[in-house]
């Protein structure tokens, strides 16, 4: 390997397929924000694109290109960790490689039917070719087929993987999870002509994807990241990651019930859901302690500042995001009121970003640093972190604007249109003209901008970090190994005295 | 000292391996039981009454204050056949599913909300058949008509220029969005949306015909 060079072709099997995932995973990165800009737009000029590029157009491709390219960084982080944690090469490469390039050929052609076919007739046929029209997981029948097949091969791979090499903790923990993840998806994957039913489904997809499975998948990378950029120590690593599953499937299980509220579903489910959901936020505190105490704990003595600077990020942004923004509205008595408004986009966003974003970017620097000769990627880089710390302030100013924006626009929302004039279509379009709205999406816009300018400068970070460097990485020795180093020592000053 | 600590059992790994696992299976199988209970529930026309039969479509639906629950509910009032013409439940669902298909295919969960999911570019469809929007009873349904056909034209924006792209719905397409937007807005929902205030109801109900004007017609 040679310092600050591309060393790809020296990588593993596993950490190739992890470098093209990620590369996807960019490129549609960079689409989410320009299609998020262009219907951020319309809410401004509902003229822009009328007729040819409408907001459910834009809205669908914005939302889903984030759930893929998040996908494809949560399976590139995988493929990236598998051999090192396992011990052995990547089982079943070709297997692996070519499930990459069938499910990449997927996105695009779901894309571009996205795009140039839009919708079709009210037939069943528009469902399996076209678009489901279902929230979030428009994509039409024939691909989810497609995404469970290739979800089956890299399950395959990683079981295979472990099976071969040894196990630990964060593996056990993560082939389990995956088990879910890809079982969950078969819940979205029928049509029926009862919409409570419908619904009742396709939360088991959204919410037990984003507020459990993802989110322990999470957890799982960032332990492994904790190990890697700071060397934590493994065994309390691993412990907090079970702490952590038990109190996020103890919570987010049955916190479920916060989407059953109004769609239908029987009376007992305000309970369950407002009493369950309201506990969601304590796993993401115990993740905000274990991290913060693990990086002080060492100092912040890290290899990888970017990657550090990214996972404490996800600490945080996950609490508030995740935690706090979702706890403010999870309680049937406020979210009658909140309930599709402005709140749960404010919500989406922060959530999102904080608690899924910022891991992948976390770990995409982990990846580049091997990728550049395991290069210095600690404090004084060539052009002083710059690039990286500009990235990481504009993308969070950006969307901690925006949350803020669409925070204001929903309480002028639930107020005006929810509470004063009882959700007609009359007051619906009274509360989108009030200045409190109307303002908060210019500021939204703005802010829109500015995260766009931070994710253009941290895409042109990933391309040059480590470029220029000439100093190998900082050696990180975990605390058991510095406790060993002392026992050592000490025993040498006995002998010789 | 360390070491003192680390012997007890709520730091030990195992003990949380076991509580990860347990708590897991638990709230798994207490979510897997109510679910059966809320499926049998919500099935359309279930004895629960919480979502209507298909057939709803054939009746006047209201959306009144309930005191003992201390929220809006829907009514179910007289006999007020969509388009004039009492249907079957077969026919009913068939027309009702027409309509999902048809807000499926054409992506409307993307502007929209229905029960209050979906995007927020455009009002709730969750009662928009009660919405006071449309006048009174008698007008309702031509005026959904020409607007679904129509959105541009007969735009209903009310001064913010937000106007619904031209959908090019066939006539049965409306037709089908038009009953699954009736059989919707008669779904319980524990008072979502909160406050509505319906059109007014006071149109002719549905008689029969009478066997005397059935042998004047033979």
Same mark, same amino acid.
């Given at each position: 390997?040679?310092?600050?060079?591309?060393?790809?072709?020296?990588?593993?099997?596993?950490?190739?397929?992890?470098?093209?995932?990620?590369?996807?995973?960019?490129?549609?990165?960079?689409?989410?924000?320009?299609?998020? @800009?262009?219907?951020?737009?319309?809410?401004?000029?509902?003229?822009?694109?009328?007729?040819?590029?409408?907001?459910?157009?834009?809205?669908? &491709?914005?939302?889903?290109?984030?759930?893929?390219?998040?996908?494809?960084?949560?399976?590139?982080?995988?493929?990236?960790?598998?051999?090192?944690?396992?011990?052995?090469?990547?089982?079943?490469?070709?297997? !692996?490689?070519?499930?990459? $390039? &069938?499910?990449?050929?997927?996105?695009?052609?779901?894309?571009?039917?996205?795009?140039?076919?839009?919708?079709?007739?009210?037939?069943?046929?528009?469902?399996?070719?076209?678009?489901?029209?279902?929230?979030?997981?428009?994509?039409?029948?024939?691909?989810?087929?497609?995404?469970? &097949?290739?979800?089956?091969?890299?399950?395959?791979?990683?079981?295979?993987?472990?099976?071969?090499? #040894?196990?630990?903790?964060?593996?056990?923990?993560?082939? /389990?999870?995956?088990?879910?993840?890809?079982?969950?998806?078969?819940?979205?994957?029928?049509?029926?002509?009862?919409?409570?039913?419908?619904?009742? $489904?396709?939360?088991?997809?959204?919410?037990?994807?984003?507020?459990?499975?993802?989110?322990?998948?999470?957890?799982?990378?960032?332990?492994?990241?904790?190990?890697?950029? @700071?060397?934590?120590?493994?065994?309390?690593?691993?412990?907090?990651?079970?702490?952590?599953?038990? /109190?996020?499937?103890?919570?987010?299980?049955?916190?479920?019930?916060?989407?059953?509220?109004?769609?239908?579903?029987?009376?007992?489910?305000?309970?369950?859901?407002?009493?369950?959901?309201?506990?969601?936020?304590?796993?993401?505190?115990?993740?905000?302690?274990?991290?913060?105490?693990?990086?002080?704990?060492?100092?912040?003595?890290?290899?990888?500042?970017?990657?550090?600077?990214?996972?404490?990020?996800? !600490?945080?942004?996950?609490?508030?995001?995740?935690?706090? $923004?979702?706890?403010? #509205?999870?309680?049937?008595?406020?979210?009658?009121?909140?309930?599709?408004?402005?709140?749960?986009?404010?919500?989406?966003? @922060? !959530?999102?970003?904080?608690?899924?974003?910022?891991?992948?970017?976390?770990?995409?620097?982990?990846?580049?640093?091997? @990728?550049?000769?395991?290069?210095?990627?600690?404090?004084?880089?060539?052009? #002083?972190?710059? %690039?990286?710390? $500009?990235?990481?302030?504009?993308?969070?100013?950006?969307?901690?604007?925006?949350?803020?924006?669409?925070?204001?626009?929903?309480?002028?929302?639930?107020?005006?249109?929810?509470?004063?004039?009882?959700?007609?279509?009359?007051?619906?379009?009274?509360?989108?003209?009030?200045?409190?709205?109307?303002?908060?999406?210019?500021?939204?816009?703005?802010?829109?901008?500015?995260?766009?300018?931070?994710?253009?400068?941290?895409?042109?970070?990933?391309?040059?970090?480590?470029?220029?460097?000439? %100093?190998?990485?900082?050696?990180?020795?975990?605390?058991?190994?510095? !406790?060993?180093?002392?026992?050592?020592?000490?025993?040498?000053?006995?002998?010789?005295? | 000292?360390?070491?003192?600590?680390?012997?007890?059992?709520?730091?030990?790994?195992?003990?949380?391996?076991?509580?990860?696992?347990?708590?897991?299976?638990?709230?798994?199988?207490?979510?897997?039981?109510?679910?059966?209970?809320?499926?049998? *529930?919500?099935?359309?026309?279930?004895?629960?009454?919480?979502?209507?039969?298909?057939?709803?479509?054939?009746?006047?639906?209201?959306?009144?204050?309930?005191?003992?629950?201390?929220? +809006?509910?829907?009514?179910?009032?007289?006999?007020?056949?969509?388009?004039?013409?009492?249907?079957?439940?077969?026919?009913?669902?068939?027309?009702?599913?027409?309509?999902? +298909?048809?807000?499926?295919?054409?992506?409307?969960?993307?502007?929209? =909300?229905?029960?209050?999911?979906?995007?927020?570019?455009?009002?709730? +469809?969750?009662?928009?058949?009660?919405?006071?929007?449309?006048?009174?009873?008698? *007008?309702?349904?031509?005026?959904? =008509?020409?607007?679904?056909?129509?959105?541009?034209?007969?735009?209903? =924006?009310?001064?913010?220029?937000?106007?619904?792209?031209?959908?090019?719905?066939?006539?049965?397409?409306?037709?089908?969005?038009?009953?699954?937007?009736?059989?919707?807005?008669?779904?319980?929902?524990?008072?979502?949306?909160?406050?509505?205030?319906?059109?007014?109801?006071?149109?002719?109900?549905?008689?029969?015909?009478?066997?005397?004007?059935?042998?004047?017609?033979?």
């Amino acid at each position: 390997m040679t310092l600050g060079a591309l060393n790809y072709g020296e990588l593993s099997v596993g950490k190739k397929l992890a470098i093209k995932y990620f590369s996807v995973a960019m490129v549609l990165f960079l689409a989410q924000m320009l299609f998020g @800009l262009l219907a951020a737009w319309q809410f401004i000029a509902p003229d822009f694109l009328f007729g040819f590029l409408d907001f459910n157009v834009n809205r669908m &491709v914005h939302i889903n290109a984030m759930v893929v390219w998040l996908l494809y960084g949560f399976i590139g982080s995988i493929f990236w960790l598998i051999e090192d944690e396992s011990g052995v090469p990547l089982v079943g490469a070709k297997i !692996a490689e070519a499930t990459f $390039w &069938v499910l990449t050929l997927a996105v695009v052609i779901v894309v571009l039917v996205y795009l140039f076919v839009q919708s079709g007739p009210g037939e069943t046929a528009t469902l399996w070719l076209i678009n489901e029209g279902r929230e979030y997981i428009e994509a039409p029948r024939w691909t989810d087929i497609g995404i469970v &097949v290739c979800m089956v091969a890299i399950f395959y791979n990683v079981l295979a993987t472990f099976l071969k090499g #040894q196990w630990s903790g964060i593996s056990g923990v993560l082939v /389990l999870d995956l088990i879910a993840l890809a079982g969950l998806y078969l819940c979205g994957m029928f049509y029926t002509t009862n919409l409570p039913v419908d619904q009742y $489904w396709w939360w088991w997809v959204i919410h037990l994807w984003v507020e459990a499975t993802w989110e322990v998948l999470v957890g799982c990378i960032m332990a492994w990241g904790l190990i890697k950029t @700071l060397g934590a120590r493994r065994k309390i690593v691993t412990t907090w990651l079970y702490i952590e599953v038990a /109190l996020m499937f103890g919570s987010g299980i049955l916190g479920l019930g916060h989407h059953y509220f109004w769609i239908g579903t029987p009376e007992y489910w305000l309970g369950i859901g407002g009493f369950f959901s309201a506990l969601e936020p304590i796993p993401l505190v115990a993740m905000v302690v274990h991290s913060v105490y693990d990086a002080g704990k060492h100092a912040f003595r890290s290899n990888n500042h970017p990657a550090l600077a990214w996972l404490i990020a996800h !600490a945080f942004g996950n609490f508030f995001g995740a935690g706090v $923004w979702g706890f403010m #509205q999870t309680l049937p008595q406020i979210n009658l009121y909140t309930h599709g408004t402005q709140w749960a986009s404010s919500h989406g966003h @922060l !959530a999102f970003f904080g608690a899924y974003v910022t891991i992948v970017v976390a770990f995409i620097y982990l990846a580049l640093q091997k @990728l550049r000769g395991d290069v210095w990627m600690s404090g004084g880089l060539v052009d #002083q972190g710059r %690039k990286w710390k $500009w990235a990481l302030v504009l993308t969070h100013v950006g969307m901690v604007g925006m949350t803020i924006a669409l925070l204001i626009a929903g309480y002028e929302q639930s107020f005006v249109e929810r509470a004063i004039g009882g959700s007609t279509w009359q007051a619906y379009f009274e509360g989108q003209m009030r200045p409190w709205f109307v303002e908060a999406m210019w500021w939204r816009m703005a802010f829109g901008v500015l995260m766009t300018v931070g994710v253009v400068l941290l895409l042109w970070d990933f391309l040059t970090i480590g470029a220029k460097e000439m %100093k190998p990485m900082l050696e990180v020795k975990s605390l058991d190994e510095e !406790a060993e180093d002392v026992q050592v020592g000490e025993v040498g000053v006995a002998a010789q005295s | 000292m360390a070491e003192s600590y680390e012997s007890q059992w709520w730091v030990s790994e195992s003990f949380w391996r076991k509580c990860a696992i347990f708590i897991t299976a638990g709230m798994a199988l207490v979510l897997v039981f109510l679910t059966f209970h809320t499926l049998y *529930a919500i099935g359309a026309g279930a004895d629960a009454g919480r979502v209507p039969a298909y057939s709803v479509i054939n009746y006047r639906i209201d959306y009144v204050p309930d005191e003992e629950r201390g929220h +809006l509910v829907p009514e179910i009032g007289p006999m007020v056949p969509l388009f004039g013409e009492v249907m079957s439940e077969e026919d009913a669902k068939a027309l009702v599913n027409h309509g999902k +298909l048809t807000v499926q295919a054409r992506n409307c969960m993307n502007c929209h =909300t229905l029960l209050g999911n979906g995007a927020y570019y455009a009002p709730d +469809l969750t009662k928009a058949w009660l919405d006071p929007g449309w006048g009174n009873e008698q *007008a309702r349904e031509l005026l959904m =008509t020409m607007f679904l056909k129509d959105p541009v034209t007969n735009a209903r =924006t009310f001064g913010t220029n937000r106007k619904m792209p031209n959908q090019d719905l066939t006539d049965d397409e409306v037709r089908g969005v038009i009953a699954y937007l009736k059989w919707m807005s008669a779904i319980d929902t524990n008072g979502f949306p909160a406050n509505f205030e319906t059109l007014p109801q006071d149109g002719p109900v549905y008689e029969p015909p009478s066997e005397a004007s059935e042998e004047g017609a033979t």
